[in-house]
């Protein structure tokens, strides 16, 4: 045990990169080592809350010799000096712990503090606190674009990728089925981990399965959303057309608690107007509603699902940013039409064909 961290401090406690200095005078000095970083500040400006780095846990091999007690495992009078220099003690990371150059172990506060002074007083103001560096972990990248997809990361490189959600905004344009699929396998499982037994009861009771895709949604989104960008000087919109859908609840009887007849409720009615322009008719045929999508896109969001949240958030920034007229855009209203219609035509066996 002593050969190996003899061996880990040649590498690690000697090795004083430089001394740096911020705008708001905080004297740090810093140390790099292959087991974690560590910097080293005056009492002086640790004081300094609102102003101070924050102080994060030692690298493990440091924080085993500075808290282990038994001789020939505490800091050497040489790795002392490298940190504390002619300093008495060593706070570790703060004022409740501290380690003593002559004793070579911890000590208890009131030792450090003999006799005690304020600290206002400035007795202590060179006393070195020794901490650790908070350095945030990268992410890796995901090398799985369902992953991707989930995690909300940027996975691939084309049309539509800079989009929000833009991997499965991609897969669309690409007419790249498989992995269409793919991600509506994920939102699938959240739908039905969400719905639990309830959807397990009723297709029970119906006989019937539905594997759910993001595609229906995503197309009414798309018709919607691009009827808001109407506009007569535009070619593409030249023969569009407004359709308006409505829909009525159905009205029932309301009793009481005492049983006494109270009227009657429901007989809402809604309504959703789109600018529909001709290619797009047949596909708002099978996904348009009376709510213009909402509906749909509030059941989606609820399931949590950041990919799919994501996609539809995209789906409108790529209307926005995109004309109507560009080859890109109608090669994917396209391929949105023909994998939409291949999903009502197999819904119910989507995700196994």
Avoid at 78 to 103: I, N, P, T
Avoid at 171 to 193: C, E, H, M, P, T
Wanted: glycine residues 8%.
């Amino acid at each position: 045990m002593t050969t190996t961290l003899s061996r880990f401090l040649s590498y690690v406690l000697l090795l004083s990169i430089c001394t740096l200095y911020s705008p708001n005078a905080h004297a740090i000095e810093y140390f790099s080592t292959e087991y974690g970083d560590v910097f080293v500040l005056p009492f002086s400006e640790y004081k300094q809350k609102d102003k101070r780095p924050v102080c994060g846990k030692l690298p493990r091999i440091i924080q085993h010799k500075v808290h282990h007690n038994a001789e020939g495992y505490d800091l050497t009078a040489e790795e002392y000096k490298q940190f504390a220099g002619d300093s008495a003690y060593l706070g570790l990371r703060g004022l409740d712990h501290w380690y003593g150059r002559d004793e070579r172990k911890m000590v208890p506060l009131h030792e450090a503090f003999n006799p005690t002074p304020a600290f206002s007083s400035g007795a202590y103001d060179n006393y070195p606190i020794l901490c650790g560096v908070n350095t945030p972990k990268k992410a890796v990248p995901s090398n799985n674009p369902v992953i991707a997809w989930n995690k909300g990361e940027k996975y691939c490189n084309g049309k539509f990728c800079s989009f929000t959600g833009g991997i499965y905004l991609n897969a669309i344009y690409n007419n790249d089925l498989a992995l269409v699929k793919r991600l509506d396998g994920s939102l699938n499982a959240r739908f039905r981990k969400k719905t639990g037994g309830m959807l397990t009861f009723a297709e029970d009771v119906t006989g019937k399965s539905q594997d759910m895709s993001l595609l229906p949604v995503l197309a009414d989104t798309y018709i919607a959303e691009d009827g808001k960008g109407f506009a007569p000087s535009l070619q593409c919109y030249k023969d569009a057309v407004k359709k308006t859908i409505t829909h009525t609840n159905p009205t029932y009887d309301v009793w009481d608690h005492r049983g006494m007849y109270d009227g009657v409720a429901g007989g809402e009615v809604s309504r959703y107007s789109y600018i529909i322009r001709p290619e797009l008719m047949k596909l708002c045929d099978k996904v348009c509603d009376h709510l213009g999508g909402e509906g749909e896109r509030s059941a989606v969001r609820s399931l949590g699902h950041v990919g799919a949240s994501n996609t539809l958030k995209g789906v409108v920034e790529m209307v926005k940013r995109s004309p109507c007229e560009s080859k890109d855009m109608l090669k994917f209203e396209r391929n949105l039409e023909t994998m939409t219609n291949q999903y009502f035509d197999s819904r119910e066996n989507w995700l196994n064909q």
